[in-house]
């Protein structure tokens, strides 16, 4: 029995960010339906005629549709899950074709790009669990069960970086050396660098130790930061079936990572020997793992797959002290933080930033080393918010709110900007957010709202510029590029969350919505959600209901996955309906509205929301309360009111 509220201030004049949401709904509905009939064949798959032939290229088809169950548990149309399915299904069948999967699932390849695969899944896991329980156990237990032989619990590693459906498929690469090309080495440099002197000149590639034998031999096999990605899918397990293995093997596998990070002064390494020795394969260095600290890209895969693994056991667990995995990597790179222009600064990401920072290129801010090799700390980039955001969302803690503080501080750009931009991630908007939470960015709303609507008709505009167009396998992340789905300012807006932590993360949110009346996932058509505080003592939502004549029901659910507990909720009420004033009054005279308290025991309320209502609630919850699960409320019995 679901307590409820009846929403009774009149909404009048429907404020502007109530607006501009339902207007990006209602875009993206049309924009979605374009993408499927320019893009995508009949069965769902993309229109693709080409090979593919490396490793690569899994994950460019199915994150090109990561994000649109993602937009139906927003409140997105309710065809859209199904169409969703249709893609997944699709994509599936057409990889399996081109040889890169094997029982529905990656042969073998790192957990950098996995994890962006795999967020399409974790989406529709979420938004029909019973349908996706079965095969998403059976993908994690190519990790959890040891018989498929990527996991060994002995020495408490993944065995090897490139992992998955394949036992056979070893290494890192197929033929004699990795397919490092030429704009690559000049951005990110070599692996094991160290194996060639610095005055040996440049060897050919097929005899370069570091792109050779030597590679496959030394991080070619053991266990690599960025596999921590995989707590991902363990806990995505856990989610649908409650069983205790999952819950037991993410305290294992992601303990057995922060016993290593004690032992390296706090800095979680980024390799593991087949023995279970850091450093083992690589004379004794705590860096310099595939896809670590070194190469190709530092913080930027190491923190991400740290933060995810960190959060899905301290979840998992209930221990927090999972978090530890993270902070001190994360205050390390900050301390060795530099204030430059961009534009100074030795980035081996400047496609990035340049697009991100827009204007303030040659605004001297703070810029952190992403990269660590026998030189030290190298390749600084302005700090990626999405893991100091996750962290202080997941904790709520002084500690975590504090660095944000201190990074706005030594930041020397306004972070109460909204620049127009969509990244790969479709994120990066975490410091006006913030602003914003923070009270001082009032307009942010609208403004980012607006924003996301400029990137829908962009994205609609290069669609129409590339539709029909043969894709070379060069060229595969034009459907990404060309995705016109965007979520990022509804998953603030409206259920007070960061966006997903991209390279393979669950979602995080203060509060999420199902529509009561068709008993799905989501905002109810013609309301309007906004999220206003996330503080520790209060969680602040103001629901609207711009619908003249229909009624609306939402149930507010306390958590991505009902894992916070409402213990209190204060709304607003007017219970005077002299605001309408006599019938020869000019105009309406204004609504009185007061406040009301009710005491709350569980993570649903159900929001009755007449025609043309407004509701402020102010909740106090209980973070992480609850043992985390993919339970709605519709699997009880509903309270009457």
Not at 58 to 66: A, P, R
Not at 239 to 249: A, F, I, V
Not at 400 to 417: E, K, S, V
Request: aromatic fraction near 10%.
């Amino acid at each position: 029995m679901h307590p409820v509220i009846t929403a009774s201030v009149p909404l009048l004049e429907p404020p502007g960010w109530a607006l501009a949401q339902r207007e990006l709904f209602a875009l993206l509905d049309r924009a979605w339906r374009q993408f499927a009939r320019d893009f995508t064949g009949p069965d769902g798959r993309l229109a693709y005629a080409d090979a593919l032939t490396t490793r690569d290229g899994v994950d460019d088809f199915y994150e090109t549709f990561f994000n649109w169950p993602q937009l139906y548990l927003l409140g997105g149309a309710d065809d859209l899950l199904a169409e969703s399915e249709r893609h997944w299904e699709g994509i599936t069948r057409q990889l399996t074709e081109l040889g890169m999967l094997a029982g529905g699932y990656e042969r073998g390849y790192d957990w950098f790009h996995q994890g962006e695969s795999l967020l399409l899944l974790y989406f529709l896991c979420m938004a029909a669990p019973g349908r996706w329980r079965a095969r998403a156990l059976r993908f994690a237990e190519l990790y959890v069960d040891p018989a498929h032989g990527n996991y060994d619990p002995a020495h408490r590693i993944i065995r090897r970086p490139h992992n998955g459906s394949d036992p056979a498929r070893e290494g890192l690469f197929d033929g004699g050396s990795y397919p490092w090309l030429p704009h690559e080495a000049e951005l990110y440099g070599f692996p094991l660098e160290w194996l060639l002197p610095a005055d040996a000149g440049e060897p050919p590639r097929e005899r370069d130790p570091r792109l050779g034998e030597e590679m496959r031999r030394r991080i070619g096999v053991g266990d690599t930061a960025v596999n921590l990605a995989a707590s991902g899918l363990v806990f995505n397990a856990l989610l649908l079936s409650g069983e205790e293995r999952y819950r037991e093997w993410l305290a294992e596998y992601v303990g057995a990572w922060r016993e290593r990070a004690a032992a390296n002064n706090g800095i979680l390494p980024d390799n593991v020997a087949p023995d279970g020795t850091v450093g083992g394969l690589l004379d004794g260095r705590w860096y310099g793992g595939h896809y670590g600290w070194s190469w190709p890209h530092g913080w930027y895969s190491v923190g991400h797959a740290a933060v995810v693994a960190a959060l899905s056991a301290a979840l998992a667990t209930g221990d927090d002290t999972f978090t530890d995995l993270v902070r001190p990597a994360l205050d390390e790179i900050i301390a060795h933080g530099k204030v430059m222009a961009f534009t100074e600064a030795d980035s081996s990401l400047a496609s990035k930033w340049t697009v991100q920072l827009r204007q303030d290129v040659d605004t001297p801010t703070l810029h952190v080393p992403f990269r660590h090799d026998d030189r030290g700390w190298f390749d600084h980039n302005p700090m990626l918010m999405g893991v100091p955001v996750a962290l202080w969302h997941h904790s709520g803690a002084a500690v975590d709110r504090d660095r944000l503080d201190r990074l706005r501080a030594a930041g020397g750009h306004d972070w109460r900007t909204v620049r127009p931009f969509r990244s790969k991630e479709e994120a990066g908007h975490e410091e006006p957010w913030f602003a914003y939470l923070a009270g001082d960015n009032p307009e942010y709303p609208e403004r980012i709202l607006a924003a996301a609507q400029a990137q829908v008709r962009h994205r609609l505009a290069r669609m129409a510029r590339y539709r029909g167009r043969p894709v070379p396998e060069a060229d595969i992340h034009l459907w990404q590029q060309s995705n016109p789905v965007v979520t990022e300012a509804l998953v603030q807006l409206t259920w007070g969350g960061p966006q997903v932590i991209y390279n393979g993360g669950l979602q995080q949110a203060r509060v999420r919505y199902h529509d009561a009346g068709a008993r799905r996932p989501g905002l109810p058509p013609s309301v309007a959600a906004l999220v206003s505080a996330i503080d520790p003592g209060a969680t602040v939502v103001e629901l609207v209901n711009l619908d003249p004549a229909a009624p609306r029901s939402v149930v507010v659910q306390a958590g991505a996955f009902a894992e916070h507990h409402f213990r209190t909720a204060s709304y607003t009420t007017c219970d005077d309906p002299s605001w309408i004033g006599g019938l020869y009054d000019y105009g309406h005279r204004e609504p009185v509205v007061t406040h009301r308290s009710i005491d709350l025991d569980g993570p649903w309320l159900r929001v009755e929301l007449p025609p043309s209502t407004r509701i402020r609630l102010t909740l106090r919850l209980a973070l992480r309360a609850r043992p985390p699960s993919y339970a709605t409320p519709f699997e009880e019995p509903e309270g009457t009111g």
